[in-house]
């Protein structure tokens, strides 16, 4: 079955993660944006992190200027899938942006209050709201 | 001769409010007991023994949800249970066994008598270090180790780390109604 495509500019660009966990990114002109997808663990997290600091942040000389990461598709994940948002905040700092992190669903968003990150993570509703702030 | 009429007694505001929680535990210990049926009784237990291989975490917390969903825990109550169970068996493989995947692990959670808390026990036979040993850290968002053990504290209503010989037991216990629920229920029961 296909996944639904969300709507792209035209000058987007798909990324291959090669990862079930990040099934879907593109890179939209100094932003990127991935999808995220599944339950996130110490069993799978380093796949997360490979995903995000190598393969989406992997070029130091082309860090985005948002990050933006949907998250509509993950009912839960852990302190080590905590630890790599932090790690990957961290490395787009470096190049002066942020990450957006979208579509939250209660107990992500529950455990990023409990974590502190909540005002450290830029949360908005959707990817379109991210890509328009 | 007219009989005398006794003079009204006044209670003060505090008795009423301690009768008041009273009831409402009643209440609750009552309509709980009196929801099980023997035979639809949910499973009193959950007993697995693992190795410390984090491809373990998701069916343990899975089943620790569905023994509290089962017992009658909320959602956000199980989300909880199951999220604390998480970052205990993690932390076991992290710290208790420096990262080995192949070590023992036993594992049990059942439901008190009373149906009204859930009780984890998880045993290792790693390094014994006790948690709540270690000095205190500052909490820096960024900084994010030992947000397991933060959610442990502030999710379950007793943590309790017990150095053995050989490795460590650690006990949790959930209420299934926290006192803030309490407050809210007495609340709801008192404007009906």
């Given amino acids: 079955m296909t996944q639904p495509s969300q709507p792209q500019p035209r000058d987007a660009q798909s990324i291959r993660t090669g990862s079930d966990l990040v099934p879907a990114a593109r890179r939209a002109g100094e932003n990127v944006v991935a999808a995220v997808r599944g339950e996130i663990d110490l069993h799978n997290s380093p796949e997360l992190r490979n995903v995000l600091l190598n393969t989406l942040l992997g070029d130091a000389n082309a860090l985005p200027n948002r990050l933006v990461l949907n998250l509509e598709q993950v009912p839960y994940m852990d302190s080590s899938a905590i630890a790599v948002l932090v790690e990957s905040l961290r490395k787009v700092q470096r190049g002066g942006g942020k990450i957006y992190l979208t579509n939250l669903q209660p107990r992500v968003k529950g455990l990023l209050e409990i974590a502190r990150l909540n005002a450290i993570f830029v949360i908005v509703a959707s990817e379109e709201e991210a890509l328009k702030k | ?192």
């Fill in chain 2, 1 to 192: 001769m007219a009989a005398q009429k006794p003079a009204a007694r006044h209670y003060p505001l505090s008795s009423i409010l301690c009768l008041c929680l009273i009831q409402t535990a009643m209440s609750h210990v009552q309509s709980d007991l009196s929801q099980r049926n023997p035979a639809t009784a949910p499973p009193p237990a959950v007993r697995l023994n693992i190795t410390s291989d984090p491809a373990n975490l998701a069916t343990v917390r899975r089943a620790v949800g569905d023994l509290a969903a089962a017992h009658g825990f909320d959602a956000t109550a199980c989300g909880e249970i199951a999220l604390c169970v998480n970052e205990a068996l993690a932390n076991v493989t992290r710290h208790a066994y420096g990262g080995a995947t192949d070590r023992p692990i036993e594992f049990a959670a059942d439901v008190d008598e009373r149906d009204a808390e859930l009780r984890v026990h998880i045993r290792d036979w790693g390094n014994g270090v006790n948690p709540d040993a270690l000095p205190p850290r500052k909490r820096d968002p960024m900084t994010p180790g030992g947000l397991g053990l933060v959610c442990l504290r502030k999710m379950m209503d007793d943590v309790r780390f017990t150095p053995q010989p050989d490795g460590m037991l650690l006990e949790m216990r959930r209420r299934k109604r926290r006192p803030s629920m309490w407050l809210f229920d007495l609340i709801r029961n008192w404007k009906r």
